[in-house]
């Protein structure tokens, strides 16, 4: 008699907030799995031989040996397993692209939806801080040698938790009030609460690493100077210089960068209103132009903000979109209206200096550009105006240019990056290393982490050496 096939369930979805509930709160809208839900999620890993989904890890963790601590129920065990790779699970399980890396290796996914990875790995570290107490590593003997870290994002707390394990002594150094970097100013509390981040960056703290606050390297003191007084220094300055449209009329009231406005939120704590009175302006029509997560997040803000109609304003189609296909759902559901193949041209604004519309031309699709997604091309005479009070340019960033701009014999690639080896990190000044975006411009939080898993290999090898 032929052995039964097993069935395979489809991928089991993650409770989260209604969006006629959502739209009227800045709370979480992704509950996280139940341990019932992420044992059966767990139960759909074909436990592989040969495993791709760490390959598509930029950190390298564990996969399939934490989903198995899930299935048998062992979540403190999974949670060690993620620990050993990834000082900042919480926050990788909520905003990674998995769809884009681990869980595109993810062989399940050849026929069916792949294994929830990200939903899994935020689930363990979730239940371990339930439990009030987190497992800490070993750590090594101290070294003696002193490490200076620039910038507390993801790539400068990767560093600093590495080196720190292996017994050497690390400071972080930070421009803003609050550790986190992008995690803390970019991302809403609806999507990473700050509590989280708060919660890891605490972690790191807890290996023995010393946090410096409102500390400008580059102004209270320079790289030079770091030099004389640190075995090995790693910039992660991140990348905090927007991109504007360059069309007229940017200087109007009401056109904010879609760093300047999620910061106004974050960081002055507009999602607290009115407990926190945040000097941003609440418009009837907001329009924000760009396609990424970081357009999405601007847009689900205003939605929470009260704005009577959101729209995001996007010179390709719905399908070269570069957003996580979760979040282009979850801002269509809160009633974000999408404006594709739509260009600004000009904004307009009333004889008081506010903004009451943009200009914008229709668009086609032509042949694929250098990036690959077909070039957006203008339509002739198909001028039109959007009306608008408030509209956010969510285009880009480049690298921070402070450190690039103070310090001498550091090479600077042509938009304004630090040049670093790619397998290393190392820079062209000796005990210098540099990783995240002021290298690669903006990238994801995991390509941050990656950078700076490397660089502290390269910086162990030098310091031990």
Known sequence: ?????????????????????????????????????????????????????????????????????????????????????????????????????????????????????????????????????????????????????????????????????????????????APGGVLIYGIPEFRLPKAIVQREVEYVQSLGVDLHLDFVVGKTRSIESFLKQFDAIFVASGAGLPWFLEIPGENLNGVYSANEYLTRLNLMKGYRFPEYDTPIKRPHKVTVTGGGNIAMDSARTAIRLGADEVHIVYRRSRSELPARLEEVENAEEEGVIFDFLTLPVRMIGNDQGWLTGMECLKMELGEPDSSGRRRPVPIENSNFILETDASVCSIGNSPNPLIPQTTEGLEIGRKGNIVADEETGKTSLDRVWAGGDVVTGAATVIMAMGAGRKAARSMQEYLSG
């Open 1 to 177: 008699m032929a052995e039964k096939k097993k069935m395979i369930p489809h991928r089991f979805p993650m409770p989260k907030q209604t969006p006629e509930e959502r739209i009227f709160n800045f709370e979480e809208v992704a509950l996280g799995f139940t341990p019932k839900l992420a044992m059966q999620e767990a139960e759909r890993c074909l436990d592989c031989k040969k495993p791709q989904c760490i390959d598509g890890c930029p950190v390298e963790i564990n996969i399939p040996g934490f989903i198995m601590k899930i299935r048998e129920g062992d979540f403190g065990g999974a949670a060690r397993i993620l620990k050993e790779k990834n000082a900042l699970p919480a926050v990788c399980g909520r905003v990674c692209p998995q769809e884009e890396q681990c869980e595109k290796h993810c062989i399940m996914g050849k026929k069916m939806e792949p294994v929830a990875i990200g939903r899994l790995e935020r689930f363990a570290s979730d239940w371990e801080s339930s439990q009030g107490k987190i497992e800490m590593p070993d750590i090594a003997p101290p070294t003696g040698k002193k490490v200076a870290v620039v910038g507390a994002g993801p790539a400068g707390i990767t560093v600093a938790s590495d080196l720190a394990v292996l017994g050497h002594k690390v400071e972080i150094f930070e421009a803003l009030h």
